[in-house]
């Protein structure tokens, strides 16, 4: 069993940026490739962000390239999204969640086994 925790979500006007980070609860998170999804209120979840267990493999979706990275830190055991430049459409839960495929990034939520609860990300003026 694999414990996730996002946190830094907050309430953020357009333009702005902000860190999110997703902390696991043991160290075999290395071995995980690591998504950030997001869902808005009446809207299906969409893949935001992968990257594999080496951190050498990064996917992003269309709407967040040139604005969001992902990064990973071993030794700390957390996973961060970088996101630049955010739009009022960027607003949503933004959970993270593992998947055992650990050289595969994906997009798509089935793959990933293990999920956090997520972080609220609202942003608006």
């Known amino acids: 069993q694999l414990t996730l925790v996002e946190s830094g979500g907050a309430l953020v006007q357009p333009g702005g940026s902000l860190r999110l980070s997703c902390a696991a609860s043991?160290?075999?998170?290395?071995?995980?490739?690591i998504g950030w999804f997001r869902q808005a209120p009446g809207k299906e979840r969409e893949g935001v962000s992968c990257i594999s267990s080496s951190g050498l493999t990064k996917v992003y979706g269309d709407s967040v390239k040139g604005r969001f990275t992902t990064s990973r830190d071993h030794a700390e055991k957390i996973v961060y999204l970088y996101m630049n430049s955010l739009k009022p459409e960027d607003t949503g839960n933004y959970s993270c969640?593992?998947?055992?495929?650990?050289?595969?990034?994906?997009?798509?939520?089935?793959?990933?086994?293990?999920w956090g609860r997520g972080t609220q990300v609202t942003v608006s003026s």
């Open positions: 043991e160290s075999r998170l290395e071995y995980y490739a």
């Open positions: 969640a593992a998947s055992s495929s650990g050289s595969i990034c994906t997009s798509f939520p089935n793959d990933f086994m293990f």
